[in-house]
């Protein structure tokens, strides 16, 4: 199975549809007049379609097991025709679009089952997804790729050459992933006046969203967030409560982060753990959501669309 560890729990939809087809007038009046012989067709079908969606992973090898928040099953006439319309919510980390397919699949063939005996060319058809919503791939299409991103590290350590920077690195690529680039990527040593002059400089010089790596622990060197606080004139508290929530389901030393976020007039400010682990989860809690921020508070200065 695919490891669906990192994924952020949210709102996720599917609507899929089947068609059932059959040969005469007379199956159709059958159906609607609750005259087939196996019994009622639309609810007998719909049973065994809601059960089939609570079991997809019991019967697709690499579907994940999920809470089945909504089901929805009904049906639409037109001539000779029933097409099956399914709908499936959860808040979860994986879609629901395969639980969605497998339900109209399975309410279409039990209608097949039952329709069979009185007639016998019954057809199924045009089983396929429709619509499906939530996760990244619903908020990376709203990513502008002309945001300018800076990247600091802040190390003593890295500073001093006496360390790589991997977690600096970790969080480039990881903008890279959302097909956002560095314009400006520096390493200066824990220092609460050397951090507040390139916070103050890359601010000033236009840049959309500022990362800051490093620094947001507990030891005396750490002061990343203790310099950026003073120099924010909108802080987002629930940006850093969502990242720390998310680490907390990995590790209980995420609850250590004193990492803050907010706007320097226009630029977005962030400050990540300085682990490269720490830094990647923290990407991963808050990409690509938080560039809605743009949006809702007027920032954005490339791409008002």
Known sequence: MVDITH?????RQAVATATVSVSTPETIDAVKDRRVPKGDVFEFSRAAGLLAIKKTSDVIPDCHPLPIEFASITYEIADMTITVR?????????????????GASITALTMYDMLKPIDPNVEISAIKLERKSGGKSTYVQHVSPQLRCAVVVCSDSVADGKKQDTAGKAVIEQLRRYHLDTASYVIIPDDVVLIQEHARRLSGEGYDLLVFTGGTGLSPRD??????APLLDREIPGVMEAARS????????????RGVAGFMGNTLVLTLPGSTRGAVETMGALFPYITHVFRVAGGMRHDHG
């Open 246 to 257: 998310y680490g907390q389901e990995r590790t209980p030393y995420a609850m250590l982060s």
């Open 223 to 228: 002061v990343t967030p203790d310099a950026i």
């Open 7 to 11: 994924k952020v729990t949210s709102l």
């Open 86 to 102: 399914v709908e499936v919510h959860t808040i979860y980390k994986t879609g629901v679009e395969v639980e969605a397919m497998h």
